[in-house]
């Protein structure tokens, strides 16, 4: 019999209850401050391991290096405080508190505690020294900090204010400020014996890594405005380490994927073509430009990986079911993903309808399907009977198998992240590689694509197609919600249609928005001579599906609906737009939801309702919906309003989540870091595979280095 495997040094030392060697692997129970329970809540922050905790960097600063004077302050103030106890007592008035009044020998504060314990009490004894942080604010009685960060002391020399600036971590529950920097200290200390670490990395210029790591852990004598404006030489190390690491990642998951055979496809123009015949349109120049793209990928031998970008209505649908139209023509199978139900069915639907008309059968596959029909669905799958799917999540599933899988179509991108992309990818034929059409509904600007997609060929379709109309967009106050009823109701008698798009479902006590039930209800009773719809995504398929049916031919009038509605929906008759409490979405949310109007001939018009007073953001998102309609420049203005973090999702966009660095903001550093990473993946491969380990990870998920 074998020996037994041996085991981790760590997992020796940690079962003889010895603590290991503290290295920038060693995980973060070992150390002072950790243990088990600590470890595991640090771990819904990312941190498992020592080297974590170096790249956990400082949300925000806070300044403790001057003492402020009781009589100085003023309500909003964050400031350091010192003074001597006067009293302490513990109050029930409504809701439990303690209340330690200081004083300064000049004026006096109130410091309340609403959750303390008897240690905590009894150590606020009269004539000892108290030193406070927090904000300042007007209370009942006067100034007052509510729960300030604070020490005691007998003495006010043992209280001197801090030496630098204190920085202010990402947190969560259970583990406080001060036991995270006294981690991250250690860490720092792992960092600096570890001469892998220290390795100098060829082409970045600035202070090393961990100097510049030490200057936002431990700002000394630094100054506040730089950190704050991301422009101290530390930050600008560490933001172009970051951006390289990625560059470098994309371009290995490339580079991998290219080194792969892929299936020569010359199907794709003649598919083209045959479907032309069938459709009630033509192409536009920008479409034939980007089948055109698509066709040369896909003869060429190798997999293609493509991003195909393009504003609302330009037709990148039908881009799609040209290429697995010729897919099928080689007796190949390809496969559209989408990021949820409701629009998988109408992708189904319209390749049912396209692909239908020139003989070929479209699958589906969702996790709504009935246990017999997903059992037949698999087997049609598995045995090649059909040769184009649409599907969501549900095609990542270990038991989905394809017998000749050799496109994969992902639709909104942004929704799913590379190691997902890369799952389905896996799903082809052994030893060989699907061609890969990614498409972006959410148009992106060039700067944040060279990020996200590094490792993918962009295609745009920059041309709408003929017949599209403008769509007058205004944004009206919910004052004036009796006026936008009337007019809605005099359009529809004259024979047009029009979406009334809710953000909530039901009713809700944090959010007093309009809600797509109670709206429905409402312009039943105002309208009754109208048909009014309702959908949401909390109706059954069949009846969503009888509901957007009913709206397409022209049955009913009005369609209450939620966000549902964004991507898929074309109906051309509808030509009137309204978004209720339009300031709760975003600048990409809006434009999709507009571009379900201006579909057929009829001059088409967005109402954005919103409830006053708007804040500064909604205001300029509305601003910009008004006065643009260019997806491309609605992306970057979101983009500047909101950052790439929150239009895409960090965790879905295939970024790993940045740290330091932003797209948009650090846009200027990319060409160069881009040139960068090819010649370090060209004469240093070890600084490379450094790199990627440092600031991304688990790089082995999306390239193999």
């Not at 150590?123 to 406070?132: C, K, L, Q």
């Not at 990021?339 to 699958?363: D, Y």
């Not at 008698?493 to 809600?515: D, F, H, K, M």
């Not at 059954?540 to 549902?564: C, I, W, Y």
């Amino acid at each position: 019999m074998a020996p037994p495997a041996p085991r981790a040094a760590g997992a020796r030392a940690g079962a003889r209850g010895v603590k290991p060697p503290l290295t920038l692997d060693t995980e973060v129970t070992y150390l002072k401050g950790g243990g088990p329970a600590v470890a595991a809540k640090l771990a819904a922050l990312g941190i498992a391991r020592v080297r974590d905790l170096l790249f956990h960097l400082p949300a925000r600063y806070e300044d403790r290096r001057r003492i402020v004077a009781l009589n100085e302050l003023k309500p909003g103030m964050e400031s350091l405080v010192r003074g001597r106890v006067a009293g302490a007592d513990v109050r029930f008035a409504g809701r439990r508190s303690l209340r330690v009044v200081i004083d300064d020998g000049g004026s006096s504060l109130l410091l309340r505690f609403f959750h303390f314990n008897d240690a905590q009490r009894q150590g606020f004894a009269d004539g000892r020294w108290v030193r406070a942080f927090g904000t300042v604010r007007a209370g009942a009685n006067g100034l007052e900090m509510v729960h300030p960060e604070y020490r005691v002391a007998d003495d006010p020399e043992l209280l001197p204010p801090e030496p630098r600036l204190t920085p202010v971590y990402p947190l969560v529950a259970g583990v406080a400020q001060p036991r995270l920097r006294a981690m991250i200290q250690q860490a720092l200390e792992a960092a600096a014996r570890d001469p892998d670490f220290n390795h100098e990395l060829p082409g970045l210029g600035g202070p090393d890594t961990l100097t510049s790591l030490r200057v936002l852990h431990e700002p000394g004598g630094t100054d506040l405005g730089d950190l704050l404006l991301q422009r101290h030489p530390a930050q600008l190390r560490l933001l172009r380490e970051e951006l390289l690491a990625h560059q470098l990642c994309m371009r290995l998951l490339r580079r991998q994927t290219l080194a792969r055979p892929g299936v020569r496809i010359e199907h794709v123009q003649p598919a083209s073509a045959r479907l032309q015949e069938e459709l009630p349109f033509a192409l536009t120049g920008a479409q034939r430009r980007v089948i055109g793209e698509i066709a040369h990928d896909m003869a060429a031998g190798r997999p293609m990986l493509r991003l195909l970008q393009g504003d609302v209505g330009c037709g990148k649908t039908v881009v799609a079911a040209i290429a697995m139209l010729g897919c099928a023509e080689a007796g190949l199978q390809g496969v559209l993903m989408a990021p949820t139900e409701l629009l998988a069915e109408q992708h189904a639907h319209n390749l049912a309808v396209l692909l239908g008309a020139v003989g070929v059968e479209t699958g589906i596959l969702t996790g709504r399907l009935r246990k017999a029909d997903r059992a037949d669905a698999l087997a049609r799958a598995a045995s090649g009977e059909i040769l184009c799917w649409v599907g969501t999540h549900a095609l990542f599933q270990s038991d989905v198998h394809f017998a000749r899988l050799g496109l994969v179509v992902v639709d909104e991108q942004h929704r799913f992240g590379v190691a997902q992309r890369l799952a389905l990818r896996d799903k082809g034929p052994r030893g060989i590689t699907p061609h890969q059409l990614i498409m972006s509904a959410t148009p992106i600007p060039r700067t944040l694509a060279q990020t996200l997609y590094a490792d993918l060929d962009v295609s745009v379709i920059d041309e709408l197609p003929p017949g599209r109309t403008p769509v007058h967009t205004a944004a009206l106050s919910n004052e004036r919600r009796a006026e936008v009823l009337a007019r809605i109701g005099e359009a529809c008698r004259a024979g047009r249609q029009a979406y009334w798009v809710c953000t909530l479902i039901e009713e809700s006590e944090a959010l007093q928005a309009q809600t797509a039930e109670e709206t429905y209800r409402q312009l039943r009773e105002e309208l009754p001579e109208l048909r009014v719809g309702l959908v949401h995504g909390r109706l059954k398929p069949a009846e969503k599906d009888a509901q957007m049916r009913a709206f397409a031919n022209g049955s009913t009038h009005l369609l209450v609906a939620t966000t549902v509605i964004e991507v898929g929906v074309d109906v051309p008759n509808a030509s009137i737009m309204i978004i209720d409490n339009a300031e709760r979405l975003g600048l990409s949310q809006l434009h999709q939801l507009r571009g379900r109007v201006g579909r057929g001939a009829a001059a088409s018009q967005c109402l954005l309702l919103y409830q006053p007073p708007l804040s500064d953001g909604a205001r300029a998102r509305l601003e910009v919906m008004r006065t643009t309609h260019d997806g491309f420049r609605i992306a970057q203005h979101d983009l500047e309003l909101r950052g790439p973090g929150e239009l895409l999702g960090r965790r879905q966009t295939g970024l790993i989540g940045l740290k330091i660095a932003d797209p948009v903001r650090d846009a200027a550093h990319i060409p160069a870091l881009q040139k960068l990473a090819d010649h370090w993946l060209a004469s240093a491969p070890q600084d490379a595979k450094r790199l990627i380990a440092r600031w991304v990870g688990e790089a082995e998920r999306y390239a193999q280095v």
